[in-house]
């Protein structure tokens, strides 16, 4: 993928929740940076659901002055109602760590500082390119089976429905799990195997739910059956899938210890752990849709000396970044962790200036050996100093380096 890929000119309709009207000259400000974008402001949160189901915008803003109940519920049922809307929050306001987990998953991004109307148009531009440029068609049919988009695994969405209610416990979630025995034992089988990490064996699933955690518990189910929708070809011999979904719990694990050593919000945290066991959906999705044209990018790869991703744009049109997050978004997956999909091969193309799931996956996926290579073609991304550097995080490098030690000799004892 390149920039030039990407329209240089948007013109983008939002709708704007501002109950109190604390941002009344705001629509004013933010075209006065020179972009004539149709901007609809409404003080109530039932007037606003009206206008989304009456119309087709490209972005909901939501004042931070909204209360937070109302705010997330106002959030979810937009993107019930427009899957691929933006939604952005205006402003910034006191939140305890669960409620910006919830935010940050349902948000493309949160802007603190509502009078930087530069920035914030630039990253609403950004943002609805990389919404077009995931939902082409080209990747819909990628993804498509017998000319159907596959559905998001139920598991999925109902842990996910878990994750808003204040009253689910650990047992109830584990009910959920066990209500698929197959999953249940691929879940005991993960959390007790030797890439988790785990310092005793969990026998359960309720157990599982209150060692690791909700949110990492339903990335573990969404990764497992992710890989009963896109199996292996039965004659695919080139890599095995098995380790490609193993060694991407590393990748997994090791971006969210980056993102302790950087001292991130726990919902950053959550996203890279699930950006990192997801990263690489989109090579299983190509080699398990069509073998025979990614053994093609494969060997060209070889022969040519170029990246993987590089090989999957020559040979098929697209590349296994796009094919993930247009996957991912197409089942809702928080925007940041489909970001983090999409640009882990080639992180200087995000616009972000700081630390993001992207950058813990990225460089969790570089320092970790790959499960396939030959010569000098790699299945992992090759380290992009120049981002780091561009976003304020090479002098961190060493040590990540550090922590990925113990990881790299888990990928190599495997």
């Keep these: 993928m390149s920039e030039k890929k990407i329209p240089a000119q948007v013109n983008i309709k939002m709708?704007?929740?501002?109950?109190?009207?604390?941002?009344?000259?705001?629509?004013?400000?933010?075209?006065?940076?020179?972009?004539?974008?149709?901007?609809?402001?409404?003080?109530?949160?039932?007037?606003?659901?009206?206008?989304?189901?009456a119309n087709s915008y490209d972005a909901v803003i939501i004042s931070s002055t909204v209360k937070d109940y109302t705010e997330l519920s106002v959030l979810r049922r937009a993107q019930e109602i427009q899957p691929a809307i933006l939604r952005f929050q205006l402003?910034?306001?006191?939140?305890?760590?669960?409620?910006?987990?919830?935010?940050?998953?349902?948000?493309?991004?949160?802007f603190p500082i509502p009078s930087d109307v530069e920035k914030i148009a630039e990253t609403i531009e950004y943002l609805f390119k990389i919404t077009r440029l995931i939902n082409r068609p080209t990747l819909k049919q990628f993804i498509s089976q017998n000319k159907r988009l596959p559905a998001a695994p139920t598991t999925y969405k109902e842990l996910s429905q878990a994750l808003s209610s204040d009253t689910t416990d650990a047992k109830q979630i584990g009910a959920v799990v066990e209500r698929d025995p197959a999953l249940s034992a691929k879940i005991i089988q993960l959390v007790n195997s030797s890439y988790f990490g785990l310092p005793r064996q969990i026998s359960h699933i309720p157990e599982a739910v209150s060692i690791?955690?909700?949110?990492?518990?339903r990335g573990l189910a969404l990764s497992s059956?992710?890989?009963?929708?896109?199996?292996?070809?039965?004659?695919?011999?080139?890599?095995?899938?098995?380790?490609?979904?193993?060694?991407?719990?590393?990748?997994?694990?090791?971006?969210?210890?980056?993102?302790?050593?950087?001292?991130?919000?726990?919902?950053?945290?959550?996203?890279?752990f699930l950006g990192g066991l997801l990263h690489n959906v989109g090579i299983l999705v190509m080699a398990s849709q069509d073998p025979t044209?990614?053994?093609?990018?494969?060997?060209?790869?070889?022969?040519?000396?170029?990246?993987?991703?590089?090989?999957?744009?020559?040979?098929?049109?697209?590349?296994?970044?796009?094919?993930?997050?247009?996957?991912?978004?197409?089942?809702?997956?928080?925007?940041?962790?489909?970001?983090?999909?999409?640009?882990?091969?080639?992180?200087?193309?995000?616009?972000?200036?700081?630390?993001?799931?992207?950058?813990?996956?990225?460089?969790?996926?570089?320092?970790?050996?790959?499960?396939?290579?030959?010569?000098?073609?790699?299945?992992?991304?090759?380290?992009?100093?120049?981002?780091?550097?561009?976003?304020?995080?090479?002098?961190?490098?060493?040590?990540?380096?550090?922590?990925?030690y113990d990881y790299k000799l888990l990928m190599q004892s495997a």
């Design 91 to 110: 402003g910034s306001k006191l939140e305890t760590p669960k409620e910006m987990a919830q935010k940050l998953e349902l948000t493309h991004r949160i």
């Design 293 to 404: 044209s990614y053994l093609k990018v494969l060997q060209y790869a070889v022969k040519e000396e170029k990246s993987l991703h590089a090989a999957e744009r020559k040979i098929t049109g697209v590349y296994h970044g796009e094919v993930g997050a247009a996957l991912m978004a197409l089942w809702n997956i928080p925007a940041l962790t489909v970001e983090a999909i999409l640009f882990h091969p080639i992180p200087a193309l995000s616009k972000d200036e700081g630390f993001q799931p992207l950058t813990a996956v990225h460089v969790a996926d570089a320092l970790i050996p790959p499960v396939w290579q030959h010569n000098e073609t790699k299945m992992n991304s090759q380290l992009s100093k120049a981002y780091l550097e561009r976003i304020g995080h090479l002098t961190d490098l060493h040590r990540w380096k550090l922590i990925a």
């Design 15 to 53: 709708v704007l929740l501002d109950p109190h009207g604390e941002y009344l000259n705001w629509p004013k400000l933010l075209n006065s940076t020179n972009r004539n974008w149709d901007i609809t402001r409404v003080d109530d949160p039932e007037l606003l659901i009206f206008h989304l189901e």
């Design 225 to 272: 059956q992710t890989s009963g929708i896109y199996p292996p070809h039965k004659n695919w011999t080139y890599f095995s899938f098995e380790k490609v979904n193993q060694r991407s719990l590393l990748v997994a694990r090791l971006a969210r210890d980056i993102c302790q050593d950087v001292g991130v919000d726990k919902g950053i945290m959550e996203q890279a």
């Design 212 to 217: 690791i955690g909700i949110r990492m518990l």
